[in-house]
């Protein structure tokens, strides 16, 4: 079968599925995008982490006509019936995880010292903050201010070089500073640097999950073999 979109939320509608209907393993993983160990171990309670049901009769992604096939068949393939829409965020304040948002004053008030030139609403934009925020650091009122220390909101996090460099020059321009545009170029090495770093955290974050992921699995391997070996014992003690 072609390949098909899979379910907004595959792990809630495998649980659902799990559930609520007579479907095999091998059909519900294959409809959600999923390994089939992945959802036996949701079945037998094992799963690492829990998921609410969701529907997908609800959702319009399967009929119930289209679950009686399958559970009529276990060789049939469950078809999506309409494919889940894509959620896209709607324009608004620049998101900032929360384990970045304590940084940012650090980013602001490094702004302020090394870019005066930078307004007010650049710098919100650019960080995702308010303006009352940006004034207490310029003004040294804000409550935290002795534990604020000024650090290139780049190696932060908070933003790209690229984002930081445009808002310098587009800054430095309108302010006619001369070498606005050599502001553009600068920085290329340690973006360079950032980009190899944040590389790196994503390949080691990866081998992290998939590391977790085949230990669950085999988990819940050695969970099914012992609780077969349980069940056998007695037949071979009589």
Not at 19 to 24: A, C, E, F, V
Not at 94 to 121: C, F
Not at 178 to 200: F, H, M, N, P
Request: aromatic residues 4%.
């Amino acid at each position: 079968m072609a390949d098909q979109p899979t379910p907004l939320m595959p792990h809630a509608t495998a649980t659902w599925l799990v559930d609520n209907t007579g479907l095999s393993f091998e059909q519900i993983a294959e409809f959600c995008g999923l390994h089939i160990l992945e959802v036996q171990a949701m079945a037998d309670d094992l799963a690492g982490s829990k998921y609410t049901g969701r529907d997908p009769l609800h959702s319009g992604e399967l009929t119930q006509a289209e679950i009686d096939r399958g559970q009529a068949d276990p060789e049939y393939r469950l078809k999506m019936q309409r494919a889940p829409v894509a959620v896209s965020r709607t324009k608004g304040p620049r998101y900032t995880p929360v384990s970045k948002r304590q940084d940012k004053p650090d980013g602001i008030a490094w702004i302020l010292r090394n870019h005066p030139e930078v307004s007010d609403a650049q710098v919100s934009k650019l960080i995702g903050t308010t303006r009352n925020t940006i004034t207490a650091i310029r003004e040294r009122s804000h409550w935290n201010i002795q534990n604020i220390n000024p650090k290139d909101p780049v190696t932060l996090g908070l933003c790209s070089q690229r984002e930081l460099d445009a808002v310098v020059a587009k800054a430095a321009k309108k302010a006619g500073i001369e070498g606005a545009a050599a502001v553009a170029d600068s920085g290329s090495d340690r973006e360079k640097l950032i980009e190899e770093l944040r590389a790196e955290r994503d390949a080691n974050e990866k081998a992290a999950a998939e590391a977790a992921q085949e230990a669950e699995a085999e988990e819940w391997l050695r969970a099914k073999r012992a609780a077969e070996e349980e069940g056998e014992a007695p037949a071979e003690e009589a």
